[in-house]
């Protein structure tokens, strides 16, 4: 049965999951490493591209209202203008296109690698597209700043979230539970 508060629920319990994940943050000069792409990797891989785009959109929406629910207990539009905003940004055109291959090519361990792969480089070159253009960096420097740190912990966090998204969504698959989704 599909009900549209069941899928309310479970897009506001993602949305939850990436605000907590958020506040596990390692500090860098310009750009903390976060939990919030692990986070949105195991969301969309467990929830798919339109609930999980969904809560990567609610999440990203109480941030812009001024929730502290991005890293480090911040919110606000000033957030999403400054120099993270760019990530935060590319977080729901990662979502989406993340969904979007899995939805073509199947949800297993392979296909959820490459996908979160490929959701890390979006969210990589929205954040330093953008932190080149706020911090007005030259592209050596937003480079350096905004994704040569994250590529080797983005792998980790990209297989991670296949991993346990798609051992996760077996489960719920198995009790007969995101078959409910509207």
């Keep these: 049965m599909k009900t549209k508060t069941y899928s309310y629920v479970v897009t506001a319990f993602g949305a939850a999951i990436i605000a907590v994940l958020a506040q596990m943050t390692i500090p860098l000069p310009l750009i903390p490493i976060t939990g919030q792409t692990l986070a949105i990797g195991l969301i969309v891989t467990i929830l798919g591209k ?11 929406l109480l941030g812009a209202i001024g929730l502290p629910v991005f890293s480090g207990f911040s919110g606000g539009l000033a957030v999403i203008v400054g120099p993270t905003g760019g990530y ?34 979006i969210t990589l070159t929205f954040g330093t597209t953008w932190l080149k253009i706020v911090g007005d960096l030259s592209w ?6 905004g994704v040569y740190p994250f590529i080797i912990v983005g792998i980790i966090k ?11 969504r077996n489960r719920l698959e198995s009790a007969q539970l995101l078959n409910q989704l509207a």
């Design 50 to 60: 339109k609930n999980g785009t969904l809560a990567v959109l609610l999440y990203i």
């Design 158 to 168: 990209a297989v991670a979230a296949a991993w346990i998204g798609v051992i996760v």
């Design 140 to 145: 050596t420097a937003a480079f350096m700043g």
């Design 88 to 121: 935060i940004i590319g977080f729901l055109v990662q979502a989406y296109l993340m969904g979007l291959y899995m939805d073509k090519f199947g949800v297993n361990y392979t296909h959820s690698i490459i996908a979160n792969l490929i959701g890390m480089v």
